[in-house]
């Protein structure tokens, strides 16, 4: 295995996600493309971000990854160290080892947690079910530890979810998913349902743990802000494609694909020196159902010309070094 492979932990190839729709009025049955030939490669120890419109297929793409949702092309590759698994193809068995190295961080911290259990049981159910620990005595010393990692007193672990704050049940959630002690996290507008103050905790927390955890995030998210303050790089995904694809620093910077001008320039700024006029984007993105031939964003790019309407763009344009974009006019604006 070659460096650059070595220090991959997840390389998605050529991807495609398609769901089975029924037409009722139509009587007829209908593909649902929630992810078209995404090529996505995260590296250990990295924080990714994902962002796009809601509809585009950020979620649904965490979700292939976790193996939540059923790859219908492509593959999907994770680099254990001891092994790597085909997430395409992978069996029972291994699917039950890959649980444990991966895991998920809802968005709604409410409804994510069952009001029936006490914060240990939510804690200690992962354990039990994955058979990591084999005493009682072994499984609440594992639940006090990533507890007490995650901010939480031990008094909290006898109390039921509702005697808890959003931010304290988003903190709840987060010691559930490491509890296993994964290497993977997909954190899916983790901190969307929050307050401003309580998502800068949760967001130094996700950083704190990373560090101390060696864990790798993908981070899936709507809030620009939010990426550009807690993520390495980010990816940008417009109707199931990824479009642009740089570390942060240099995307928010200098963006170059149509569709991130327009995202950029929609972050408010409290400086009047500041202020940019959005870009206005005419029309809402394309249905999945029939997604428009060449690239998919002409619909509603300012750029736009016959090729873009007959030319599938490549996520191979280089303009820097690690900053990918996917447009065949990207040179001349």
Known sequence: MNDKMSNELVSVKNV???????????????????????????????????VGESGSGKTTLGRAILVANKITEGQVIFHDEEKDYDLGSISKKELKEYRKLSQLIFQDPYAALSPRMTVRDILAEPLEVMKI????????????????????????????????????????????????????????????????????????????????????YLFISHDLSVVA?????????????????????????????????????????????????????KGEIPSSMNPPSGCVFHTRCNYANENCKKEIPLLNTEIKKDHLVSCIRVNDI
Do not use: W
Not at 19 to 41: C, E, G, H, P
Not at 245 to 272: C, G, Q, V
């Open 16 to 50: 495609s996600v398609e769901f089975d729709y029924q037409d009722n009025f139509l009587s007829r049955k209908q593909k649902i493309q929630a992810v078209k030939n995404v090529n996505l490669s995260i590296k250990k120890g990295s924080f990714v971000g994902l």
């Open 133 to 216: 620990t084999k005493t009682r005595a072994e499984t609440d010393d594992r639940v006090r530890e990533i507890a007490s990692k995650c901010r939480l007193n031990l008094e909290h672990l006898r109390r039921f979810p509702h005697a808890f704050s959003g931010g304290q049940r988003q903190r709840i959630s987060i010691a559930r998913a490491l509890v296993s002690n994964p290497k993977f996290i997909v954190a899916d507008e983790s901190v969307a349902a929050l307050d401003v103050s309580i998502q800068a905790d949760i967001l130094n927390l996700l950083k704190s743990l990373q560090k101390d955890l060696d864990l790798t």
């Open 229 to 281: 303050h807690i993520c390495d790089e980010v990816a940008v995904m417009y109707l199931g494609r990824i479009v642009e694809h740089a570390p942060t620093r240099e995307l928010f910077s200098n963006p170059k694909h149509p569709y991130t001008k327009a995202l950029l320039s929609s972050i408010p700024s409290i400086d009047p020196e500041k202020q940019n006029k959005a870009i206005e984007l």
